[in-house]
């Protein structure tokens, strides 16, 4: 089964990757969307980090511009690749899930969704135990600005997972506060040389 991912390089895309990489099944390519205006659709990571991750990943990377409320635009992304399946990180969010139900529908390909309702803290505890090196990039007050910049770990995680639960932060960065950027991984070639200067916070 051939799939493309919906890819932006943070932690829920390239565990996806991995994840279905695991499967046994064939990553065709990595689509990312860009868009001049906010977007649910559109990824949120510097489009210079996305391409860094997919080159360590080795999978070639589409981009689109998308829209936020037609979904055309990733329709006919899509309808040109050579695919059975379409897989995204979502884990909690219906609104982003119905849309990727009606684009695969249109398209009569299945959709992937193998983090959809797992526990966010499970998820990030896997990711690190699995060899993830995972940057966090503030993009709200919400969490303490020591946080910006910072690798988790084994010794720091159980921390930021309880100070994230404090704040009802989805530790997976779905709620948007922060992007969880990856580093490294098992599925990567090399480890990304990301300076914390490099990462201006911003607002979401």
Not at 143 to 159: F, K, T
């Amino acid at each position: 089964m051939r799939v493309a991912i919906l890819f932006s390089g943070n932690a829920a895309s390239v565990y996806c990757h991995h994840l279905i990489r695991e499967a046994g099944l064939d990553v065709a390519y990595l689509v990312t969307a860009r868009a001049h205006l906010p977007s649910r659709m559109k990824q949120s990571l510097d489009p210079d980090l996305t391409r860094l991750s997919a080159r360590s990943l080795e999978i070639p990377l589409m981009e689109f511009v998308a829209d936020e409320v037609d979904t055309s635009p990733l329709i006919e992304a899509l309808a040109g690749l050579e695919i059975d399946g379409l897989c995204d990180g979502a884990i909690r969010s219906n609104h982003r899930r119905n849309r990727l139900v009606e684009v695969c529908q249109k398209l009569k390909i299945q959709l992937l969704l193998p983090l959809w309702h797992k526990d966010p803290a499970e998820i990030l505890t896997n990711m690190i135990e699995e060899g993830f090196v995972i940057m966090i990039k503030l993009k709200s007050d919400r969490l303490d600005g020591g946080w910006h910049g910072r690798v988790l770990d084994g010794e720091n995680r159980d921390e930021f997972i309880q100070v994230c639960d404090e704040n009802g932060i989805d530790p997976m960065g779905e709620s948007k506060e922060f992007d969880p950027i990856v580093l490294a991984g098992p599925s990567m070639r090399d480890r990304m040389k990301v300076s914390p200067s490099l990462l201006p916070r911003q607002s979401p």
